[in-house]
């Protein structure tokens, strides 16, 4: 019994604490032209000055792995935007007491929200033609966030969400 209940609470806590990425591109582009990137020099990203710092690192070696290499002439710039919010909890439980008799009936309901309701940081990750202008990629990520994460913490949570968003960059033919 303990073993089931150790597992179901397992079970949701990983489930809370997924990353979830939506994506869109445009399907006329052809990723081959592109092969040195740069960020635009208006960046604001709205991380803090070391989030945005570490998230640079990690979004650099993961281009740099699949070969873009950083220049000052590049084929496309890199645009971060990122939002925090809280998140509603989405359970509850109803609690109802009520009666009836002789034609008379009553009722009283009081819903009770299980979970907690957790901030979740949206970041943004747009690609843009550095000739045309135009943007030809784009990832979203939505991820749980703790204010009050150790670095060592935020890097990791800002390295696991980058390597999902890129894991599917640049998007395959069909």
Known sequence: MRYSIFIVVLGLLASCAGIRVQYDYDKATNFSNYSSYNYFSDLDSGLSELDERRLIRILDSILQSK????????????????????????????????????????????????GNSGIQRQIQFDFVDSQKDALFWQASSESGYRDNASPSVRE???????????????PKKR
């Open 67 to 114: 070969g873009y290499l950083l220049s000052e002439e590049p084929d496309f710039f890199v645009n971060i935007l990122s939002s925090e919010y809280r998140n509603a909890p989405n359970n509850s439980v109803g609690v109802g007491i009520g009666g009836t008799g002789r034609n008379v009936g009553g009722g009283v309901s009081l819903g009770l929200p299980l």
């Open 156 to 170: 990791e949570r800002l390295r696991a969400v980058v390597q999902k968003v890129f894991s599917k960059y640049p």
